[in-house]
C-alpha cells in the first residue's frame, strides 16, 4: 500500500537534463537504480473553476523510481510559478 511522504528533497541529475540519479530526503541519500515511468501533471488542483487558468496549473514532472534501498517512490520536479523544487510524494511499495 502506497505510503504518502510529501517532503522536499535535494536531489541529483544526469547533466543537462531534470532525470534524477540521487535524491536525499530526512537524512537519507539514495541512488536511483531504475526509472520505472515518468509523466507530467498540468491539472488544476483543488482550484475552483472560474479561477482555474493556465497560470494555476500544475506544472510537475513526475519520476517513479527504483532506488538503492529496494523501494520504489515517487518524486516530482514542482517547476511552477517560476519554483524548481523536488518533493518526494510517496513510497510505492
Known amino acids: ?7 522536499p528533497a535535494e536531489v541529483e541529475c ?5 532525470t534524477p540519479t540521487a535524491f536525499a530526503w530526512n537524512d537519507t541519500e539514495m541512488q536511483v537504480v ?5 509523466w507530467q501533471d498540468f ?3 483543488g482550484a ?5 487558468t493556465w497560470r494555476t496549473r500544475r506544472h510537475r ?3 517513479r523510481i527504483l532506488c538503492s534501498d ?3 517512490y515517487e518524486i516530482y520536479l514542482d517547476r511552477g510559478s517560476g519554483r524548481r523544487e523536488w518533493h518526494v510524494y510517496r513510497q510505492v511499495d
Request: glycine share 16%; aromatic share 12%.
Open 43 to 45: 491539472g488544476f488542483g
Open 34 to 38: 531504475k526509472i520505472v515511468a515518468e
Open 48 to 52: 475552483h473553476p472560474i479561477a482555474r
Open 61 to 63: 514532472n513526475y519520476y
Open 1 to 7: 500500500m502506497p505510503r504518502f511522504i510529501g517532503k
Open 14 to 18: 544526469s547533466a543537462g537534463s531534470t
Open 70 to 72: 529496494g523501494h520504489t
